[in-house]
């Protein structure tokens, strides 16, 4: 993309820091002049940070992973094994032009003398250019996790007569540039956002990049470092530059899982030193508590447990009236549908699972209704884990949102005639037979429309948290941590905590089940971690071949037998190890010469 990068500015204007863009530019000069024009650029350059709310049209997201479906309305072609160059979906060109603009505003801010003069003038200085050299790291990181390695443009702002034939850099060389990036540009930003002159955190800064944020973001790029993907990985031997350069490393360094254990703890003692924490709430029962404690986290707990937060959010308008059942209040759409495989893998309220519960049927029906349930609900979702009720809708749960009048609709019918149901919807319907609940308000209606604002949490504490127990898992196991940090995730959601004892590779595969529950459709996490893993062809996480749910084609009552049979909802092409990464542009490959594609496209 670096041949065609221009000087481009953002179009459009929506309300929110991350939507704030430049208006009546004339020169880069006369932007530098002016303190609002300069500080607008600053905001525009927040504005492709994604949304991870924004679903499903977002290409990368767990509609492409053993997470959700929305097949009924669009099917990415990695899902039917169509992906190719010419229909680049990475964001890359977008990604690239907010970098460009990135390195203009750090060639230029030094210029303002209208910052300058003001009493903390320098200081705004050293902030804003800190954040314009993290986003520019940021936006890198963005494109190496769907591309691989990248092309690294030179820092400073390209001009015609430039040279754009640049090869990728390899994945270590990338590493060592974000992080270096990030590094320098933590020497310029605040612990966190606080009204100029006090303690107190300023509302109207949520989302700007401080210390605490890029902490964890280098967590994260760490813990990718470490690794199979990228850490001694010969199945990727043939992924060279022209001149044979190997862009992953060949040979696996034990040392990457020391390194990224400790800047998980690094990020973790940063954020809980300024106030962080596990979100919890107290209720009647323990139960109760975990339910509440994970269904409210997404608007009551990002105070507590956000660590970057994204003040405009597709939430509203883009997720839950996507993922509410018809029988919402104005009738929503009722469209991402949950795989059987992750309704699976929640566990029993004790947490064992369900193939190793004897209490766990498929074919009887509870009596007894509760907050969560009605009678008549089929077995297998009874006794399940606080967090299936926060995370997934199913036949017979209660309505996630505002529910139309009657009893019909009071509960949540997908049976094929039920209110829900496929029958006389052609498109609005889930596949599987269940739909995605979490962070879809209790007050949610469609009409009349209701919604609660609430931005966004791009990395949270417990993320964090799994990041630093996996890492030191392989770093160091045994150490107790790695249970303490797990355990408290665990015990957020109800679940009892594990006892010491547990091998190496046990505690993998508790901390990887941990990931695919806690944040699940959560930002591409699932979609990333089983690539990172090197597990997508593997039972139990494959990313092709068939998936199930609930016979949506059968089913006249709630507790009809017909419906509640495991049937093959939907195929997707089998895996193929060139999905690991997503193509360079086709146009870009005929620009840049010296760029080779990822083997397979």
């Not at 059987?340 to 029993?348: A, I, N, P, Y």
């Not at 990464?581 to 010469?593: H, I, T, V």
């Amino acid at each position: 993309m670096l041949s065609c990068i221009c000087f481009l500015l953002p179009s459009g204007c929506k309300k929110g820091f991350f939507d704030a863009v430049p208006d009546n530019l004339v020169t880069v000069d006369g932007v530098f002049q002016n303190r609002n024009q300069t500080e607008s650029w600053l905001a525009g350059l927040y504005t492709s940070v994604p949304d991870p709310w924004d679903m499903p049209y977002n290409y990368i997201n767990s509609i492409t992973a053993d997470e959700l479906d929305a097949s009924n309305w669009t099917n990415p072609p990695i899902n039917s094994g169509a992906l190719s160059a010419d229909a680049n979906p990475s964001g890359m060109n977008a990604f690239y032009e907010k970098i460009r603009l990135c390195t203009i505003f750090l060639e230029n801010i030094d210029k303002n003398e209208e910052i300058k003069s003001l009493v903390n003038g320098p200081d705004l200085i050293k902030q804003y250019k800190g954040e314009a050299q993290f986003l520019r790291a940021y936006y890198y990181w963005l494109m190496m996790k769907q591309l691989g390695p990248v092309v690294i443009a030179p820092l400073k702002s390209a001009v015609p007569e430039d040279n754009f034939q640049i090869p990728r850099s390899s994945w270590d060389e990338c590493v060592a540039f974000v992080i270096t990036q990030i590094n320098e540009a933590e020497q310029n930003l605040p612990v966190n956002n606080y009204i100029t002159g006090t303690a107190d955190l300023d509302v109207t800064k949520a989302g700007r990049i401080n210390k605490i944020i890029a902490a964890a973001v280098k967590s994260q790029i760490l813990l990718y470092h470490a690794s199979p993907l990228f850490n001694g990985n010969t199945e990727l031997s043939d992924f060279k530059n022209l001149d044979g350069k190997q862009l992953i490393n060949q040979t696996f360094d034990a040392l990457r899982w020391k390194t990224a254990a400790d800047a998980g703890k690094a990020a973790i003692d940063l954020a809980e030193a300024n106030g962080k924490s596990i979100y919890r709430v107290t209720a009647a029962t323990p139960f109760r508590a975990a339910f509440l404690s994970c269904r409210d986290l997404y608007w009551n707990g990002w105070k507590t447990e956000g660590i970057w937060l994204r003040s405009a959010s597709s939430i509203t308008g883009s997720w839950e009236s996507s993922a509410a059942p018809r029988s919402t209040q104005g009738t929503a759409y009722n469209g991402i549908a949950v795989v059987q495989s992750l309704v699976d893998d929640f566990r029993m309220a004790d947490g064992s699972n369900i193939n190793s519960n004897s209490t766990y049927k498929e074919n009887t029906y509870t009596a007894t209704a509760n907050e969560y349930y009605v009678a008549g609900t089929n077995t297998m979702y009874t006794n399940r884990e606080a967090r299936f009720y926060a995370d997934v809708t199913f036949n017979g749960s209660v309505n996630p949102g505002v529910a139309k009048t009657g009893a019909n609709n009071a509960r949540v019918e997908f049976f094929n005639s039920g209110t829900s149901g496929k029958f006389g919807a052609p498109r609005d319907w889930p596949k599987t037979g269940y739909t995605a609940r979490k962070n879809i308000h209790p007050t949610f209606s469609m009409s009349p429309y209701v919604e609660v604002e609430r931005p966004a949490m791009l990395i949270r504490l417990a993320e964090l948290y799994l990041n630093y127990a996996e890492a030191l898992n392989e770093s160091a196991p045994g150490n107790p941590d790695v249970l303490k940090y797990l355990n408290a995730v665990r015990t957020r959601g109800g679940l009892p905590e594990l006892l010491p004892g547990l091998s190496q590779t046990e505690l993998r595969n508790q901390i990887r089940l941990e990931r695919r529950i806690e944040l699940c459709y959560e930002g591409g996490n699932r979609y990333y971690d089983v690539r990172r893993w090197k597990i997508p062809d593997q039972p139990g996480s494959n990313q092709g071949g068939a998936f199930y749910g609930m016979n949506m084609d059968a089913g006249t009552s709630l507790s009809d037998p017909n419906f509640h049979v495991r049937t093959l909802a939907f195929t997707r092409a089998p895996w193929q190890r060139r999905f690991y990464f997503l193509p360079y542009g086709q146009n870009e490959m005929d620009r840049n010469k010296q760029l080779v594609q990822f083997p397979g496209y």
